[in-house]
């Protein structure tokens, strides 16, 4: 371990990392553009959300909301039935409203400047530095999780988040910004990894003051378990579907089947499924029943759920039923 207040040398650090990045690159559909659109679609898109579960709802999104424009115009409800199976839809919300800001001010101008883009709504200082790079060569630093764990290992200390930042900032290169910012995130995802960083391959590990040794993590809060029940009923191409209020914490004026009581009505699960939602795994029970027509609730023509912003458990479940 390298002592003391441990610094690499910039430029050997920026080389090393750039060749690497250019060799061992993922190929993923937001690096091959610079539209800031889409870069901002991306990044938003990619907050809490796995690259795998993003890849698909970034191509259909796409389609169906092409630029900017298109975008601004949608009725909310058709984003948020895009969005669907993304999870924390506020995202949603607030790109649908930053859409609408850029479009009806500024001569429809997306923001080239990271203080221009932190006051759209949304858009937090990592969004900002990233969109400001990737889109606009700004010479600003990203800091996520992945970028501030190869600085605690790299620099052989906990750091702050005031030096987390300046640290990023002072291994910055003057080109390519957006692509240094890039691979500095790639590295962490894919080879200085939480739990087994792969320090053998590592394209800095001779300026590593730790090579895995040490832990800086933080302890993961705890996942919690639930059980839920939720009834099918599903006839003549319909489905009974429920509206969550529009005052809910959690998804509000989204649709969902209608949550049961375990066993209501003596009905027999017909599957199980399991489902993660923040802090909460979920094992989800589902079984047909038959409900009286006056109950409350909408039966949906099966050929309209995909315009329908359904959560994602409920999305889930109609595809394990093979209604979608
Ligand atoms: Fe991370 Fe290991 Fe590379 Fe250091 S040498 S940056 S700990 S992967």
Redesign the pocket.
């Known amino acids: 371990m390298k002592a003391g207040n441990y610094q690499p040398d910039a430029r050997t650090f920026q080389r090393r990392l750039r060749h690497w990045y250019d060799a061992n690159r993922r190929d993923l559909p937001w690096r091959k553009t610079r539209d800031p659109y889409r870069v901002w679609l991306s990044e938003i898109m990619l907050q809490q959300t796995r690259v795998n579960a993003v890849l698909d709802h970034y191509r259909r999104f796409l389609e169906r909301f092409p630029n900017i424009e298109a975008l601004a115009a949608a009725p909310l409800v058709s984003v948020l039935a895009a969005w669907s199976g993304l999870g924390y839809y506020r995202r949603a919300r607030m790109l649908h409203q930053a859409a609408q800001n850029v479009v009806q001010g500024n001569g429809a101008q997306f923001p080239s400047t990271s203080k221009e883009l932190l006051s759209l709504p949304g858009i937090g200082r990592y969004t900002a530095a990233a969109i400001a790079s990737i889109a606009f060569d700004e010479s600003i630093a990203v800091v996520d999780g992945n970028v501030e764990r190869?600085l605690d290992?790299?620099l052989g200390r906990k750091l702050n988040q005031m030096e987390v930042w300046a640290e990023a900032q002072s291994l910055l290169p003057p080109d390519r910004p957006g692509d240094f910012n890039q691979a500095m995130m790639e590295l962490g995802a894919t080879?200085?990894t939480p739990r087994a960083?792969?320090?053998l391959i590592?394209p800095?590990?001779e300026l590593?003051a730790?090579?895995?040794e040490g832990s800086f993590e933080k302890k993961s809060s705890k996942q919690t378990k639930r059980e839920v029940h939720y009834a099918l009923d599903l006839r003549k191409e319909r489905v009974l579907l429920v509206q969550r209020s529009k005052d809910s914490s959690l998804m509000p004026s989204m649709w969902e089947l209608p949550e049961v009581q375990p066993e209501s009505n003596g009905a027999k699960i017909a599957f199980t499924l399991r489902h993660s939602i923040t802090v909460t795994d979920y094992v989800v029970r589902v079984s047909h029943q038959r409900f009286p027509k006056s109950r409350e609730g909408k039966w949906v023509r099966l050929e309209a759920l995909p315009d329908l912003p359904l959560t994602g458990l409920a999305r889930k479940i109609l595809k394990a039923a093979k209604a979608m």
């Open positions: 190869v290992r790299l080879v200085c960083p792969q320090c590592c800095v590990n590593c730790t090579r895995g």
